[in-house]
């Protein structure tokens, strides 16, 4: 199994990126899936968290400007950043909390990272 994440990229502060990361590979049942970020010298904090409901959580420095969001027939979730600013400048990660096709556990299944820079 295997995540894959895109849509990084330079942005001015203020403006807008969308992340998207595909899941693919001998998947039986995505339960969460969810977005985490680390900036340089940091640790890696979550961002965003959605079940498979599409019950979504937020951390609060985010909250009104991201929006989680996934659909499971192409098992991908997405995060639609705006107003963005330049504290959110790091390398976003996406993980999937899942079920293989062979029903093995896989709770911490993460994508290779996506860059975000966000300028002044």
């Known amino acids: 199994v295997q995540l894959q994440a895109s849509g990084g990229g330079l942005v001015q502060a203020g403006g807008s990126l969308r992340l998207s990361c595909v899941a693919s590979?001998?998947?039986?049942?995505?339960?969460?899936m969810g977005w985490y970020r680390q900036a340089p010298g940091k640790e890696r904090d979550l961002v965003a968290s959605?079940?498979?409901?599409?019950?979504?959580n937020y951390v609060d420095s985010v909250k009104g400007r991201f929006t989680i969001s996934r659909d499971n027939a192409k098992n991908t979730v997405y995060l639609q950043m705006t107003s963005l600013k330049p504290e959110d400048t790091a390398v976003y990660y996406c993980?999937?909390?899942?079920?293989?096709?062979?029903?093995?556990?896989?709770?911490?299944?993460w994508g290779q990272g996506t860059l975000v820079t966000v300028s002044s």
């Open positions: 993980s999937a909390d899942l079920y293989t096709a062979d029903w093995i556990r896989a709770p911490y299944v």
């Open positions: 590979g001998s998947i039986g049942v995505i339960n969460s």
């Open positions: 959605i079940d498979s409901g599409g019950r979504a």
